[in-house]
């Protein structure tokens, strides 16, 4: 029996395969990837039976490429018509999903994921130094019972209307490759959640991150290991030990109040300090702040410094190509996730940053091919690009396959975007208030109706 076959019993086209719609993906993902990762996670299927892990996992994967369709048409996507066959119910696919759970898929994350920048190639390095970030998003999931483990946020005008995941990254911020990731509730604090992330970051990383994520504990771990770019709180003491030449200086950071009173384990950092001049820029007029573990002002000038921590926004960029591009808020989706289990929804989300490293890799494979800043092409169009071109993908000669690999980053090259505006970002909302009641506890969830409408007609006299 053909390997990819497995324990199916669906019926294999010419060259063995079951899902040949998806054969492109394999440029990125190889077929063994698939294999390793459900060996490593013990998912082997015992017995014979239509949608067996193996098939499943690429249905997973694929529905993060194909993700305006419900899974049964993902199915249909992904492989080629067969006469007389029927596609399984959609109650079979989420027994499936089930079956296969969360391992296997983020197994196949952790093998396929990785950075992908060369210095060779223009903005994915400082000075030798890795440009890596880390952030965090929440999104909104299906307002089902079991998705309401998660939690949801609350203010003044009550709770959120749906319940809410919190998603931290890392991503290599000069080719938008989201290295790894960690999913929690939305009680969980993204400080926790990033400090599981450190373990991949890569030895030459030189880390970006916003004011939310400094930690002087989390500072004195990551010192020692790679090199920091750190956004302040204006209320962070930082006295100046010695005025250095680019007008930046070095100053110590404490654990407490305490501790810099006695100049007790202090840490030596350097500090970036500027103002904006610019009436229409968004906080001009402000102190701000960036401390860093690149000490030699000479080496790593202060202005340049201000300047590569804007690159921090392409991790913004990352969610915003997730969210906004790859799969929208729509009529039939109004959530930001489809899934309704808590595994669906984790699934869900390795499956979308799998299927943006696909795009990103021949993404970066083209532009590095012409040694132009992938930062150039379109995401959205290279994205679309992929869904169009994957049903295309003949592999049964290795020529074939490797001729579709190069039309399609030939095609991306194309999808080139018009240079970045110098745009202002107040913010504001244009719609805050609904006129409608705000959905509360109470219509959660609704019971069923006991009697038809007919029957609940009462007629005047």
């Given amino acids: 029996m053909h390997a990819e076959q497995g324990c199916s019993t669906l019926s294999v086209d010419e060259d063995g395969s079951i899902l040949d719609r998806l054969k492109g993906l394999e440029k990125v993902i190889p077929f063994e990837l698939f294999q390793q990762a459900l060996e490593d996670t013990g998912r082997t299927n015992g ?131 989201e290295v790894a990731i960690e999913i929690g509730g939305w009680h969980e604090g993204e400080q926790s959640l990033a400090r599981l992330l450190w373990k991949h970051l890569p030895p030459d990383s030189l880390l970006l991150e916003d004011r939310g994520f400094f930690c002087f504990d989390d500072w004195k771990t990551l010192n020692s290991q790679v090199k920091l770019l750190v956004r302040m709180k204006s209320h962070h003491v930082l006295e100046p030990i010695k005025q250095l030449s680019d007008s930046t200086y070095l100053a110590k950071i404490y654990r407490n109040a305490h501790d810099r009173e006695k100049d007790r384990d202090g840490i030596l950092v350097r500090v970036v300090e500027y103002t904006l001049d610019d009436p229409q820029r968004t906080g001009n007029g402000e102190v701000h702040r960036l401390i860093t573990n690149l000490l030699d002002e000479r080496e790593y000038p202060g202005m340049e410094l201000i300047l590569l921590y804007h690159e921090r926004w392409e991790q913004e960029i990352v969610f915003d190509e997730q969210k906004t591009h790859q799969d929208p808020r729509r009529a039939e989706k109004p959530a930001q996730l489809r899934s309704e289990t808590p595994i669906g929804v984790k699934q869900e989300l390795y499956a979308l940053s799998l299927a943006h490293f696909v795009v990103r890799f021949l993404m970066y494979t083209a532009a590095a091919s012409k040694q132009i800043d992938v930062d150039g092409l379109s995401f959205k169009g290279c994205f679309q690009i992929l869904q169009i071109r994957l049903p295309e993908c003949h592999s049964r000669q290795p020529i074939s396959f490797e001729k579709w690999c190069a039309n399609v980053m030939a095609e991306m090259l194309d999808e080139k975007t018009e240079p970045r505006r110098n745009r202002v970002n107040p913010r504001v909302i244009k719609r805050k208030m609904s006129k409608w009641n705000k959905k509360g506890p109470q219509h959660r969830p609704i019971p069923p109706l006991r009697k038809l409408f007919v029957e609940c007609v009462v007629m005047k006299i």
Avoid at 109 to 132: K, N, Q, S, T
Avoid at 147 to 164: H, T
């Fill in 47 to 177: 017995r014979k039976c239509v949608l067996s892990h193996h098939v499943m996992l690429r249905i997973v994967v694929a529905m993060g490429v194909f993700t305006d369709k419900p899974i049964r048409s993902v199915f249909k996507c992904a492989r080629r018509f067969h006469e007389g066959e029927k596609t399984p119910c959609r109650s079979a696919f989420c027994e499936a999903r089930k079956r296969l759970g969360l391992e296997p898929v983020q197994r196949l994350h952790e093998l396929v994921v990785r950075p992908l920048a060369r210095p060779d190639i223009p903005g994915g390095f400082y000075r030798g130094w890795r440009l890596m970030g880390i952030d965090s998003t929440v999104m909104d999931v299906p307002d089902s019972e079991a998705n309401q483990s998660f939690g949801r946020s609350s203010g003044s005008r009550g709770d959120a209307a749906f319940p809410q995941i919190r998603k931290a990254s890392l991503v290599e911020l000069g080719t938008h490759v």
